[in-house]
């Protein structure tokens, strides 16, 4: 988060997790899990956005099989969504000024 300061992870442990071992590896997992679900940050705006693509980038790489398969073939058909309209727009814009 770049506007506002990252909690503190041992602060988590004091407060939520409270008997939980710190340097467990799931016990660590399970309280990042808990600092992304209580995050906020704006939305609406094209911080919260790019936040937004980069909270899915990383969900996708933490996940395996088939849904990482289901996030890349997500991505392979938003961008070329994203080059279709493009190709569209430039055939529009070229005819017309070619005309």
């Known amino acids: 988060m ?3 300061a990252r909690p503190d ?3 988590r442990f004091h407060d939520d997790l409270v008997g939980l071992d710190p340097d467990d590896p799931e016990a660590r997992a399970f309280a ?3 600092d992304r679900m209580e ?3 704006p939305m609406f705006t094209v911080e919260g956005e790019l936040n937004g693509v980069r909270d899915f980038a990383e969900s996708a790489n933490r ?4 849904q990482r398969w289901a996030a890349w073939l997500l991505v392979v058909l938003v961008l070329l969504g994203a080059g279709w309209v493009i190709y569209g727009v430039l055939e529009f814009v070229l005819s017309a000024y070619l005309a």
């Open 39 to 41: 995050r906020v940050r």
């Open 32 to 34: 990042e899990h808990l």
């Open 63 to 66: 996940s395996g099989g088939l």
């Open 2 to 4: 770049t506007w506002a």
């Open 9 to 11: 992870p041992a602060r």
